[in-house]
């Protein structure tokens, strides 16, 4: 029995070409875009889990106000008081570990790079975290200054096969020399703390600055003994920082994260960005959605076509098959289907994952895929499609009457339309919804893009600057300068995408233990016209301004600021007013406001633009060199030449100032491009539907196509009636989605402080393409019905 | 005297669409013995394939009383009527309805896969069938690779097969040039005459010949009887 299913339904399969090409393919590509995602789902969920004390382990958030602001701020920075203080006063933390990532240039005999992911870390954090330490004793990794733990992959780029451990590697920043303690494997790919270089935090020398809870510029995770205690020692926490605090003139107060919800849930980033799980549910959705239109087709083709094999399902009936073995019959050729489209998909899968990996910038691995819990999980989701695409089919089949199919011409039944139809309609809606968001999404984007954000980043080259460049930086920028090519130098510490440096400010009038929470960044001179920020009163800072602020005793520097708009604002004063006026910039920094410069997007577009202090100071950590843009790759020529004789202990690696400010929009980018290639193959596949349904329908019509055609109907008259049918449905779906769509393009758009509206042009445009499509598909069908000799079509009946 | 195999009486059916009520079995009876070869003729839309489906049991009538065997069948649910028809009816259409996918064996097979029987009993069953049939040549092609009075052999092979005790033909040679007819009706004969009970409607007098006997119908009912000598 069940071998004479599967010989049927192999020939039945073999014998309708193109439905069954349409179905698997269909079927094969909401598989393989289903796997995909389950892969890329699967590890982000995953994130952090292979940390054996995950759950007890807590990022520490801070919070502070000053007295005299009303804006609570809040990050994943603390001080290197935290961790100690904490850990001697509350039982419920077992350990402790202060961390911060800094850029490096690491020298070992010829070898120089500029190492990105240099990490300093208390000695626990072997305790604390689950890395696999290869080499080297576990308990002295990173108990005394200057030790360093290489990754596998570090070690083999400076050592390559030889035994790293004892050796020492120098860093340019202060001519120290690390000895490599150990080794350790890779950082997962699914893990938030990622480093190429582990050294002791002793290393910073901070033991100093134990006493403040400002200065907060390092990551504390603790290790708690039990992780139900979170609760007990949050409520802890804020009656102990009340203490601390007294009399300060701020308050400061900390908060406990779970570390293993802080990939998807967190606000704040970990050693890498988050992702949102937002981002995951729609992804998820997304999937689904293109999972349910490829069953659907398979349910409308195969129901369509239910006339054609209403006789071989007669005639098995009449030779005694009941209703139970036909049922079967046909849920194997569903089950049959779904086995070869997961097999392609699987296929499909391992070929795509390169470009899917791109994609999403992970390093997603094929043996993922082949983990069982994976082929469980595939081998789950094939028989639930089997079921879900097979079992309408399969019943509307075995129920048809022999008496009804074996004589006479059978049509299908109205209600089987009536399901057919809203069949379309849904994976219409599906496909309409994407490509609104698409649209919308993009729209946005470009907006983003090509938003005035009050500064220049075209032509922006961004250097990391060591101490030692400091010390020379006035030779550096008329060395550089002197190439008519290169227009402006100027050192910061932040770039104007994204500035983020807490300070707190005070107006000479506003009383001495008020404080106004304020963001600040050290600059020079040049910063104003190198980045193009526009002065809307006041002059921009001289050498002067510098040479006032680089005193031997620093008691005798006099500030002069650059306000924004919004901080001038804040303090009170109109721009013009605001000039020449007295403040202090932390109460170290007394000085007079210079000028105020227009409200410019220093954070992504994410928030609305803040209160912003810019002051010289001889602290550049960034080269800003802006160049004129003819004969770029010259001028690159010439810095580099440059730079080798003027920094010879950094390598010359630079990257564009726009490349920082795409890399605040990476999950919206990656997230447009995946609705991009998701809405294509929606579409693509909704009309693969259709296109199928139209041919069946126009050989449904044959006859009453021939017998307009007699009666006098050209061919357009005839493609407009069949056309008009799907066309309606399609009509039908952009008006079900368009509120759907609107809503949550809308919740979407929320998160953007600065964001497009969203106009009726989007869906119109979006419905106008669909209809198109749909229109282009079914007219491939019906312009051939139409076209066909009538005489042939009224004989064949 | 022996019990007839067919026995209905009084047997009505309807079709009804909104507003149109088709009368087409009206107050029927008739009996058929056992081994008898009955040709139904009548003009189109006489009730003769309404009759023909109801006495296969793949219809039920409206009023009535239709005994199958001693068995009143009429108003037995589908699947007992299809577990009756399995094991003692044999269809033979007129435009063959073989299955296009299977070749001339598997179709010849299919019955006894529905009836349970092993795979090696099968086998021989549908070869000696095949054999009888002369088409034993033809077992592995397929129904679009043979001619129409090839395919309506396979098709009679597929209806005997499981050896049925009544044959319902429906105008078997209405897709055949004469030559094939003829072989047609020799073979149903010869199966009459091994013992299998024969109904057939059909056109064509020249058929209708081959028959013990004639019911003729008109609007649902008979109207003549001729039997044959």
Redesign the interface.
Known sequence: ?TK?YL??AF??LW?NKTASFINTFGLSIGLTCCLLMGIYIQHELNYDRFQKNGSRIVRVIMEYKFDGGSEFKKGNFTSVRVAPVFKQTFPEIESGVRMVNYNRVVQYQNKLIDEKAFMYADPDFFKIFSFNVTKGDPGSLLNAPHKVVLTESSAKRYFGNENPVGKSLKLTADSILYQVTGVMQDCPSNSQIKFDFLASFSSLGLAGQEKTYWDANYTTYFLLKDQGSINTLQSKITPFMKKEMAGQGASVDFFLEPFTSIHLHSEFDGFEPNNNIKYIYILEAVALLILFIACFTYINLNTARSVERA??V??????????M?LFWQFMGESAILCAISTIISLIAAVLLLPAFNQLTEKQLSIQAIFSAQFIGGLILVTILVSFLAGIYPALILSNF???KV??GSFKNTVSGQWVRKSLIVFQFSISVLLIVSTFIIQKQLNYIRNKNLGYNRDRVLVLPMSKKMLDNIAVIKQEFKSDRHIQNVSACVSTPVSIGGGYNMRSSVMPENQQIAVTANPIDDDFVKTTGLQLVAGTDLSEQDIKDVSNKDQNQNTYHFILNESAAKELGWTPERAIGQKMFLDASRPGYVKAVVKDFNFESLHHPIKPLVLFPEIAGRQLLIKISGDHIQQTITFLGSKWKTLVPDRPFEFHFLDEDFNKLYNSEMRLGTVLNIFSGVAIALACLGLFGLSAYAAKQRVKEIGIRKVLGAGVDNIVATLSADFVKLVFASVVVSTPLAWWLMNEWLQDFAYRITINAWVFIAAGGTVILIAVLTVSIQTIKAAMANPVKSLRSE | MEAPMIKITDLEKFYRTEEVETIALNKLSIEVKTGEFVAIMGPSGCGK?TLL?IL?M??DPDEGSYVFNGVEVAHFT??KR?DL???NIG?V?QSF??????TVF?NV???L???GVPSAERVKRVEEVLDKMQIMHRRNHYPQQLSGGQQQRVAIA?AVV?KPKLILADEPTGNLDSSNGNDVMELLTDLNEQGTTIIMVTHSEHDARYSHRIIRLLDGQTVVENIMI
């Open positions: 029995m004479n010989k049927i020939r039945n014998r006789r071989e007669g005639v098995r009936k009449v030779i005694g098959a009941g209703k073995q009457q022999p008496v074996l004589k | 394939s489906n296969g793949l219809d589908e699947r299809a028809r399995k094991h269809f259409f309805n073989l299955i296009d996918e299977l598997e097979e299919l019955p896969i529905y009836t597929r499981n």
